[in-house]
Nanobody
Framework: QVRLVESGGGLVQPGGSLRLSCAASGIIFSSNTMGWYRQVPGKQRELVGKITGGGSTRYADSVKGRFTISRDTAKKTMYLQMNSLKPEDTAVYYC??????????????WGQGTQVTVSS
């Protein structure tokens, strides 16, 4: 059974930082492309960034230079370091796993999401 569990969300002031984690089980972690997505009410879920098993990355233009994705194969965990947070980064953040290993296809598996709120 595939399980993706996000953690690390919360309330942060503008300009602050947060680190999200996604712990995976039930998949061959090293061969899955892992991605972070976010969604606000009334809008489609959008890509934040993703990382292949080999470490190649892809980011949304809105987060380039502020967010960094990394992964620890031994811990089967992916991270999202978010710096210089803005109110428009407020969303539910989801972890996704794509067994194709591509940077360009959608995840097959999803986590339950973690809320990030950027507000003073």
């Amino acid at each position: 059974q595939v399980r993706l569990v996000e953690s690390g969300g919360g309330l942060v002031q503008p300009g602050g930082s947060l680190r999200l984690s996604c712990a995976a089980s039930g998949i061959i972690f090293s061969s899955n492309t892992m991605g972070w997505y976010r969604q606000v009410p009334g809008k489609q879920r959008e890509l934040v960034g993703k990382i292949t098993g080999g470490g190649s990355t892809r980011y949304a233009d809105s987060v380039k230079g502020r967010f960094t994705i990394s992964r620890d194969t031994a811990k089967k965990t992916m991270y999202l370091q978010m710096n210089s947070l803005k109110p428009e980064d407020t969303a539910v953040y989801y972890c996704g796993a794509d067994p194709t290993g591509s940077l360009w296809s959608a995840p097959r598996y999803w986590g339950q999401g973690t809320q990030v709120t950027v507000s003073s």
